[in-house]
């Protein structure tokens, strides 16, 4: 073969970049190359180096994912049920804010995901036997509202795909998007938008005041100035009713949105089973 038909064949197979593979694992073969005992910052360097154009705030939100011990991991779709931490993506344990080690439970303990009686979860150290996961199908909330606004925050935490296709929740260093602390008081949820804008929300679980319009109008105010730079910044109120004062309040005010949320239970059919013949 002549050496044009050696090149006409090579451009006729063009090489193809392989998929990249999922953040967490990112994640952990960051933690691999750095000896497994590094730092977030050190990780989302490593990965950003290998992986450029991999979201931070991505990188963020998965170590706190696969970090056993940190308390806001329960907020991502990933930790949404009562279990163990022996699974895949549970192989980081955080000594001090901001550092990282491999999670070793005969030198750190058995830690768990654990559901309390008002269907909250939270991290905790556990016992060994193992704990028992929660009904698929159960009810978590009853009558046409949430019982209390931290319900309705927890439950939207955790399907971010409700309010919008593509949301994250963000992440600042070793914080979260939920109860996000700022000078103008707590931000219910604060994510980012597909397009890496920020989404302010703010929730009422029954009918939101007056009031919310100039409360997230502040947040988005803040958020702008201190944490969004040359990005996007937008406002949502969620209630279970808004009210005509809040719609027209909001009428002219192009980056802040209201919507009401309302709730379904659906039930399913259980075939009978005939008692057994004694």
Known sequence: MNRD?????????????????AVWKMVKEAVENLKGSTTNV??????????????????????????????????????SKPRQASGPQDFLFRPAKGELVWFDPAKHGEWEISEGEDR???????????????????????????????????????????IEDGLELFSDSDRDGVEFVTEMGRIDILAVDKEGGLLVVELKVESGPDQVC???????????RHIAGPRPVRGL????????RIRYALADVPNVSAREYELNIRL??????????P
């Open 268 to 277: 399913r059919l259980i075939a009978h089973v005939d008692a057994p013949i």
């Open 237 to 244: 109120i969620i209630a279970n009713h808004i009210s005509n």
């Open 42 to 79: 050190a990780v989302r360097d490593w990965i950003l180096a290998k992986y450029p154009g991999t979201r931070t705030n991505t990188i963020a939100c998965q170590i706190m994912v696969c970090t056993v011990n940190h308390a806001s991991r329960v907020h991502f779709s990933e930790n």
């Open 120 to 162: 909250t979860l939270t991290v905790r150290q556990c016992r060994r036997e193992p704990i028992t996961p929660a009904v698929p199908g159960t009810a978590q909330f009853g009558g046409t509202a949430f019982a209390a606004e931290n319900h309705l925050r927890d439950y939207l935490a955790k399907n971010l795909s409700v």
């Open 5 to 21: 038909a050696t090149l006409e064949t090579d451009l006729s197979h063009p090489m193809t970049t392989p998929p990249k593979p």
């Open 214 to 224: 100039g409360q997230i109008m502040r947040y988005v105010g803040w958020v702008k």
